[in-house]
């Protein structure tokens, strides 16, 4: 693989060494069993502590509203000072934030709100022709991988369903309260997240050979272990690996700032950033041409939400 792809995952993975992967939320369990607290065991506490996460998760939509980004401030209002001067050097490039709902899936959902909100605002009908074509290419490398198409058939069929709707002009064509409304309809956001994670496996599997060395700084799992455990399951957390994944095979470039305590060796404060820019080779004498990215995520340690520009 080329230079400029390496490049790309290892600056990503270099960005990220600051931020924890996964935030801990500490859970209190009330010893109520005398003697037999010794024999609580470990799989236990995980239960409850996972039942806790999903029900605060359960709280929120899939994808929730707009709000300003003195929302985001409020949060941290009596947090680290590094965040919140961060967060002030957000606001001056950026206007607003969509939080999404932190169930593990919350990158896919970005993406797709994201994506599809591009589209129903840009209305580029040529964007939607170079999608579907990569989308009928990433069926083509599932299908030569051994996959069975009836099991990711339908994902792909609602996905390019969704993609027609927000081109306006047709019998099916839906607004933009109506794509909020779908992003938050569990059948319709499980199953576009779904097309995403095959997809995203398709293309590691694919490129094993260049995957391969982060995916075992990450896991210490082989390629096909790791898009087994950790891509195509529902709820399994997404990485750089995931981001570079799929902005490759749908050819869509990506933009992460990265919310995290690190400061620069002067003391002082800047927002890390970077950009998941596929390349993509489509002139005659194969001069490679970058893409702009179309979306911009706000990465906090585990989870990802939208940031809307100035």
């Known amino acids: 693989m080329g230079n400029n792809e390496n490049e790309k995952v290892s600056v990503a993975e270099e960005e990220k060494k600051s931020v924890n992967t996964k935030e801990v939320v500490e859970v209190a369990i009330e010893p109520s069993y005398g003697d037999d607290w010794a024999t609580y065991r470990d799989d236990e506490v995980m239960q409850q502590h996972n039942a806790i996460q999903a029900e605060e998760a359960e709280k929120l939509p899939f994808v929730g509203d707009k709000e300003p980004l003195s929302a985001l401030a409020a949060e941290y209002q009596s947090g680290s000072p ?23 899936n919350c990158f896919f959902r970005c993406f797709m709100f994201a994506y599809l909100e591009h589209i129903l605002e840009s209305q580029d009908k040529a964007e939607v022709d170079r999608i579907k074509a990569n989308v009928e290419q990433c069926k083509k490398t599932l299908q030569n991988l051994g996959y069975a198409e009836f099991t990711f058939e339908d994902f792909f069929a609602l996905f390019l369903e969704q993609l027609e709707s927000v081109l ?9 309260d109506e794509l909020v409304t779908r992003s938050r309809d569990q059948s319709v956001s499980d199953y576009v997240v779904m097309f995403f994670r095959f997809v995203t496996s398709g293309e590691v599997r694919k490129r094993a050979e260049f995957f391969e060395p982060f995916i075992l700084g990450l896991s210490n799992m082989t390629v096909e272990k790791f898009c087994k455990a950790s891509v195509e399951p529902m709820g399994e957390e997404s990485d750089h690996v995931h981001i570079t994944a799929l902005s490759d095979a749908l050819g869509v470039a990506i933009r992460v700032m990265y919310l995290d305590r690190s400061s620069c060796d002067t003391g002082s404060v800047s927002v890390n950033h970077h950009d998941f820019v596929p390349s993509i080779s489509d002139s005659p004498n194969g001069t490679t041409n970058s893409v702009e990215p179309v979306m911009t995520l706000l990465y906090r340690p585990g989870h990802y939400d939208i940031l809307y520009p100035k």
């Not at 050097?89 to 709902?101: D, E, P």
């Not at 306006?168 to 933009?176: D, K, L, R």
């Open 168 to 176: 306006q002009g047709n019998e099916t064509s839906i607004s933009h």
């Open 82 to 104: 590094i965040i919140q001067e961060k967060i002030k050097l957000l606001g001056q490039s950026f206007s607003a934030i969509r939080r999404t709902r932190g169930d593990g």
